[in-house]
């Protein structure tokens, strides 16, 4: 039998394609920001150089989303526009599986509740497009919208090709078997399938792809790192809740996931103000995974306080209040109530596309700076360049040291195959300096790429001429006789101030940008591997007077500086409030400040 799983409007169904069109839009406008950014960005670089998908850990729902940027690159698509259609395939996926579910599967319901799942809990995410667990939760929906309708199930092809889903979306992620089990016992008891035979059938279905998964995944690969569930329950017992991952949860649900606890304070008030059938264990079971699955995420993650990866790992808990939200709630909702209901819904979804927008100024930033280094590295002959990584990201607010070696060769070749430019972050420059010395020119040196010949580089993509390797943090004399003099000839650079972050406040770091110029003819050598690399300084003045802060933290130059080069660095406020004299200062570290300072005028709040 087919369950009625419309709307009495069609109202909630456009409001959800309101949602997926604004986020087409982000995507296409933020797509450097999602594409040429961490794993995408070797995703991208393995379609150029290989030719075919790149499939990880058996995680074989990628390939819906990976088919296409490799189907533009085969048509000779320009790669700016490769990169554009790779940011625009994850959310015109997720489109489908709405657009399906709402018209094919005629379940509107379930559609519904895919636009919740992609805006409720999301901001950072939206920027770290590549994990294959939003994906695999879109190919999970996809088969409940599908089941949902069918009630008993039946002995037929319409069953059989949604059975077929379900390995897609347990291999999508190891966590993705919670979400199937909160999907099936919500419907069990929603339905009341007590003597759906063949419904039972789909969970044994789950628990044995799940087994198979998890036996077939190598011990060294990046799964084989268990979750250490039951020996985190026992070594932290009890003090579960003051783990730093739970307080990181707390925090997160009063500023960015503000949705999860208002939705479950409407769930649960409409379960106990209607009671509808069977109410009292749906509320139990939504209650029980919203807790049980949120603790397994932090159990097994107890330090983890990567905002963008809990975020990922968070998702289902949007599912959990989505379901119940879409296919109880606002089918109770009175006609007369629908516009007023869909405009509540369309506000949400602002709401989110909001907070989406608030998350870009740190992945925006990046790719800005990425942008600025490529065309610094114009001035030089060479197409391939060397950074350290403690000079890149000294309290790592950047990227990951792997990534840019891939993100800077899609940035520079977005317009021209000759325009390519390299740029390695090294976590040991001496070291891969030795390596890249003795590498023919005309090899390309990637993170776990290895060496790459430059006749296995795609031509009409990107062109490299055969070059060295420069490295841009050349130290400073050692020496103090020298260094003196050193000092002594660029005694003339000019600090400007840029911008602060944010304004100040009392013992919190915050991020000033200085534009930093070398005298003419003078270059600003920024290496660390010497006794006194030059860095840059501040101290806060207060009537003349010192003010002491908690803590005072020097940043090293980025690169070695020739003529201009704008830079962020790293400061903390003082331990009181008020108005103060910031004075920035390059310095040779343990030995002495140079004559070159900046004074700004700043306040600083509690």
């Known amino acids: 039998m087919l369950l009625p799983k419309r709307y009495a409007s069609a109202q909630f169904t456009w409001a959800g394609i309101f949602c997926f069109f604004v986020l087409l839009v982000l995507a296409s406008h933020f797509y450097l920001e999602r594409i040429a950014y961490l794993d995408l960005s070797m995703h ?11 499939i990880q850990n058996n995680r074989f729902v990628a390939a819906i989303t990976q088919i296409w940027p490799l189907l533009g690159i085969r048509s000779g698509l320009p790669l700016d526009v490769v990169l554009r259609l790779y940011s625009l395939v994850f959310i015109g996926y997720y489109f489908a599986v709405f657009l399906i579910s709402a018209y094919l599967f005629r379940n ?4 519904v509740a895919v636009a919740l799942l992609y805006t409720l809990l999301i901001s950072n995410t939206f920027y770290w497009a590549q994990s294959e667990f939003p994906q695999a939760l879109a190919m999970l929906l996809l088969y409940y919208a599908g089941i949902s309708r069918l009630a008993p199930l039946p002995f037929d092809w319409r069953t059989l090709l949604l059975l077929l889903l379900i390995p897609v979306s347990i291999y999508g992620h190891p966590l993705l078997l919670l979400p199937f089990l909160f999907l099936w016992g919500y419907d069990y008891l929603l339905t009341r399938r007590f003597t759906d035979w063949l419904y039972y059938l789909t969970a ?6 799940y087994w198979l998964r ?12 268990r979750l250490n569930l039951w ?9 579960y809740l003051s783990l730093a991952s739970n307080q990181e949860l707390l925090l997160l649900c009063r500023t960015r996931y503000y949705m999860l606890p208002v939705l479950l304070v409407l769930i649960t008030g409409y379960y106990i103000w209607r009671r509808p059938a069977g109410w009292g264990l749906r509320l ?7 807790i049980g699955y949120s603790q397994i995420v932090a159990i097994t993650h107890p330090d983890h306080t990567d905002f963008t990866y809990l975020e990922n790992l968070h998702l289902p808990l949007g599912l959990f209040v989505a379901i119940p939200l879409a296919m109880e709630i606002l089918p109770a909702i009175g006609t007369r109530w629908y516009r007023l209901a869909t405009i509540a ?24 700076w990425l942008k600025n280094t490529i065309a610094y590295t114009r001035q030089f002959p060479e197409y391939k360049f060397i950074v350290a990584q403690a000079n890149l990201d000294p309290y790592h607010q950047r990227s990951e040291s792997w990534a840019p070696s891939f993100e800077s060769l899609l940035l520079s070749a977005r317009y021209s195959p000759d325009s390519a430019r390299q740029v390695y972050v090294a976590n040991d420059v001496p070291d891969f300096i030795a390596y890249s010395n003795a590498t023919p020119p005309n090899v390309l040196l990637t993170q776990f790429g290895g060496k790459i010949p430059y006749d296995q580089l795609p031509w009409q993509y990107i062109h490299l001429p055969s070059s060295s390797y420069r490295n841009l943090n050349t130290p400073p004399p050692a020496d103090s006789t020298t260094l003196t003099t050193y000092i002594a000839e660029r005694q003339d650079t000019k600090l400007t101030f840029v911008e602060l972050s944010a304004p100040l406040r009392t013992n919190k770091t915050r991020s000033l940008t200085l534009r930093i110029s070398s005298p003419p003819g003078k270059v600003l050598h920024s290496g660390l591997q010497t006794p006194h690399p030059t860095v840059l300084s501040y101290r806060f003045s207060s009537s003349e007077i010192w003010a002491p802060s908690a803590d005072v933290l020097t940043t090293p130059l980025e690169l070695d500086i020739i003529s201009n080069w704008t830079q962020d ?23 002495h400040d140079w004559p070159v300072k900046l004074q700004i005028p700043v306040k600083v709040k509690p």
């Open 569 to 591: 660095m790293t400061i903390v406020g003082p331990n009181e409030p008020g108005d103060y004299m910031l004075e920035v200062f390059l310095t040779s570290k343990n030995y």
């Open 204 to 209: 044994l279905i789950a628990l044995f792809c």
């Open 284 to 290: 139990v079971w939504i209650w029980a995974f919203v």
């Open 231 to 239: 020996d985190n329950l026992v070594q932290f017992y009890p003090n």
């Open 108 to 111: 509107e319901h379930v559609a």
């Open 44 to 54: 991208m670089f393995e379609y150029l150089t290989k030719d075919h998908l790149f």
């Open 214 to 225: 998890t036996h077939n995944i190598a011990a060294d690969s990046y799964e084989g790192q």
């Open 345 to 368: 819904l369309v506000v949400v979804f602002c709401a989110r596309f909001f907070a989406i927008w608030q998350a870009n100024p740190p992945f925006t930033k990046y790719v800005h």
